[in-house]
């Protein structure tokens, strides 16, 4: 399979959408069920065994030669944030399927399993990876009753999408995953393919402050109590505070004003708050920092602070053999080798916890991504299945034995 093929492959999915027009498709949704539809025949078509498991993700299984009882899990998700791009998650699926099929039918001494999972993005039920979830085994009942914004559980939703039944555990060798890096980096060096040594963790917050609202033309600014002043000034801090955290992000993206009127002093503000860091230690002091800041802007203007944690997701680091591997992987096909953190989360950081990982990052165009002009170049998606393939002899050099 060539870079172009695979390219196609995946505008193909791209029309597969709840929004005509752009690309929407979320967990269990029907343009999920068109996707497993097109998937499905791409796997079977490589030679695989192909299944739909409790969690709805679709699993294809590229059996090993005899004997062989290990299996590499390569995979990414296929469900989209609304009005996205052609290849976030996306790509990682059609260049499993491309790396088995370029096996052209050669057995290795362990199996292959390409697995399109049904939810990364969080996106109908405001919790994320429970695709990855499912697999790894802790979709708890906690979780299945989670209800989207009809009032339908997530449980419900899968026993209405058709589900199969949890698949017997394997011996994972390892879980692989191909993805667009979602950022500038690569761009920004000349570079197609970047290897990732750690996915960044992450605490995401709401952060409230509340003053009193009054008449904007009546009240003396020294006896205002102004919720919105105090988010501004710490609003700025965080950027602040971040930029001279070295690797740290973070982020203010969303903020509430009540009442919201614009001769109304504000009296209270809620903002989010989005930090990440790949060292966890670094990553906690930066929000316990932030959250003394808000503490201390709220008491010097007579203000109430509440801070609620909504997320709570440690670093991640991938496997250093793997990562060793997928570097000379990338070298072998005759690219420059980099090594990079990962600020987006991704489905690898769930399978972490029983498979060692390796992620292989293709560069975005532009930087972009969660946005229709999302590209990818077919040059660099060559440059994936050639390093992708390499990374397999790779590993048979070690399981072959």
């Known amino acids: 399979m060539t870079g172009a093929e695979v390219v196609a492959r995946c505008q193909v999915l791209a029309r597969m959408s709840e929004t005509p027009g752009a690309i929407t498709r979320t967990f269990c949704s029907k343009p999920m069920r068109e996707a497993h539809h097109a998937l499905r025949g791409w796997m079977e078509e490589a030679g695989m065994r192909v299944s739909v498991d409790h969690a709805g993700n679709l699993r294809g299984v590229y059996p090993a ?41 050669r057995r290795l001494s362990f199996a292959i399993e390409v697995v399109a999972f049904s939810e990364e993005e969080g996106v109908r039920f405001g919790v994320p990876f429970i695709g990855s979830r499912g697999l790894v085994g802790t979709l708890d ?44 980096v690569l761009e920004s060096l000349g570079l197609p393919l970047g290897v990732v040594t750690a996915i960044a963790g992450q605490t995401r917050a709401e952060v409230c402050f509340r003053g009193a609202a009054n008449h904007a033309g009546t009240t003396p600014m020294h006896l205002r109590r102004d919720a919105m002043a105090a988010a501004a000034r710490w609003i700025a801090l965080v950027e602040r505070t971040a930029r001279v955290t070295v690797g740290a992000v973070a982020t203010v993206g969303s903020v509430q004003t009540l009442p919201g009127a614009g001769n109304v002093i504000a009296g209270e503000v809620r903002a989010t708050l989005d930090v990440r860091h790949a060292d966890d230690d670094v990553r906690e002091a930066l929000v316990n920092r932030l959250r003394c800041t808000a503490e201390k802007i709220a008491e010097r203007r007579g203000l109430q602070v509440e801070w609620k944690t909504r997320l709570l997701q440690a670093a991640v680091a991938c496997n250093e053999g793997m990562a060793e591997m997928l570097e000379r992987a990338v070298g072998a096909s005759g690219h420059r080798i980099h090594r990079m953190v990962s600020g987006a989360g991704h489905d690898a950081m769930i399978l972490s916890s029983i498979a060692p990982t390796a992620m292989l990052f293709v560069r975005s165009p532009g930087g972009i991504s969660h946005h229709p002009n999302e590209s990818v170049l077919e040059n660099d998606v060559d440059a994936a299945l050639a390093a992708g393939s390499l990374f397999l002899r790779e590993l048979e050099t070690v399981y072959g034995e």
């Open 65 to 105: 030669r005899e004997g062989g009882e290990a299996c590499l899990l390569i995979g990414s998700h296929i469900d989209t944030v609304p009005d996205a791009g052609a290849y976030d998650g996306v790509l990682g699926v059609v260049l499993g399927i491309g790396l088995v099929a370029g096996l052209g039918g």
């Open 141 to 184: 009942e906690e979780l299945l009753s989670r209800t989207d914004a009809q009032g339908l559980s997530v449980a419900r939703a899968l026993r209405d999408f058709g589900t199969g039944s949890e698949l017997p555990p394997h011996e994972y060798i390892g879980y692989f995953e191909m993805h667009i890096e979602q950022g500038p």
